[in-house]
């Protein structure tokens, strides 16, 4: 997923101790049982970065491995 701003020209990116230097990535997760998109979204965007989500649009969605959704942080 990619995380962007309200103002769309600021993405949340991240990166892997084991990466090379300047490499980053967009956040990447797992849906539970049972969970929304929405929620997990929310949920790994918490847990890979300590950032709260608000609201989410979603724009699309396609199979592993690309990116799965797009979302605003406001």
Do not use: K
Request: one cysteine or more; aromatic letters at 10%.
């Amino acid at each position: 997923m990619l995380v962007i701003d309200q103002e769309n020209d600021r993405a949340l990116l991240s990166r892997q101790a084991r990466f090379v230097p300047r490499m980053w990535s967009c956040l990447a997760g797992f849906i539970e049982p049972g969970e929304s998109l929405e929620e997990a979204v929310r949920r790994e965007t918490w847990e890979e970065t300590g950032i709260e989500v608000g609201e989410i649009v979603y724009h699309s969605s396609q199979p592993w491995p690309g990116n799965s959704c797009w979302c605003r942080v406001s």
